[in-house]
T-cell receptor, first 119, second 109 residues
Framework: NAGVTQTPKFQVLKTGQSMTLQCAQD?????MYWYRQDPGMGLRLIYY???????DKGEVPNGYNVSRLNKREFSLRLESAAPSQTSVYFC??????????????????FGQGTRLTVV | EDQVTQSPEALRLQEGESSSLNCSYT??????LFWYRQDPGKGPEFLFT???AGEEKEKERLKATLTKKESFLHITAPKPEDSATYLC??????????FGKGTRLSVIA
């Protein structure tokens, strides 16, 4: 089982360059997420898509855009990369977002991450 | 605003020395509390979900418990392969998971 697949695994960008991080899941999940992880900061939510056709901002959305291409795929775009965007990026998916009832299958499953360096 | 605080930030144990990690949370209404394990250079790996106070879940040397204000991850007789960062997250309903900053566990042989 592939689970959540992210590409690329590593990337170095120059300041001002653009790029798109790709994410695909094969678990038929409705919700998908992009987090960034920085030392001492933990996992912070950038954007999420609760269901196909919807996207919402998370805690740190500035400088990013997202596209929910279909139920399987959720991409993250950096239009003009900045050194502050140097981080490890994780895509995740879950059956649902936010449990309306107990036992609502909201546990998230993560990809292996993309290590991005902006110089 | 939902908040999750994990302690200690780092913990160093001798092999076989049992201990506990703490996750304190403040949420408007807890729908679920989650524990993850993260190895260096890898994505977080799901361990447990707890839904209500008094609930316990076990997996090998790990046992997670939940009260109305905090959760504990008990590690019994740890081995070096248990070394990892352990993350706690909460679901308060209608929003994605909010994570704590993690506890970095090192088990020395």
């Amino acid at each position: 089982n592939a689970g959540v697949t992210q590409t690329p695994k590593f990337q170095v960008l120059k300041t001002g360059q653009s790029m798109t991080l790709q994410c695909a899941q094969d678990m038929n999940h409705n919700s998908m997420y992009w987090y960034r992880q920085d030392p001492g900061m933990g996992l912070r939510l950038i954007y999420y898509s609760a269901s196909e056709g919807t996207t919402d901002k998370g805690e740190v959305p500035n400088g990013y855009n997202v596209s929910r291409l279909n139920k399987r795929e959720f991409s993250l775009r950096l239009e003009s990369a900045a050194p502050s965007q140097t981080s490890v990026y994780f895509c995740a998916s879950s059956l649902l977002t936010g449990g309306l009832t107990l036992g609502a299958n909201t546990e998230a499953f993560f990809g292996q991450g993309t290590r991005l360096t902006v110089v | 605003e939902d908040q999750v605080t994990q302690s200690p930030e780092a913990l160093r144990l001798q092999e076989g020395e049992s201990s506990s990690l703490n996750c304190s949370y403040t949420v408007s209404g807890l729908r679920g509390l989650f524990w993850y394990r993260q190895d260096p250079g890898k994505g977080p790996e799901f361990l447990f979900t707890l839904y209500s106070a008094g609930e316990e879940k076990e997996k090998e040397r790990l046992k997670a418990t939940l009260t109305k204000k905090e959760s504990f991850l008990h590690i019994t007789a740890p081995k070096p392969e248990d070394s990892a960062t352990y993350l706690c997250a909460v679901d308060s309903g209608n929003t994605p998971l909010v994570f704590g900053k993690g506890t970095r566990l090192s088990v020395i042989a």
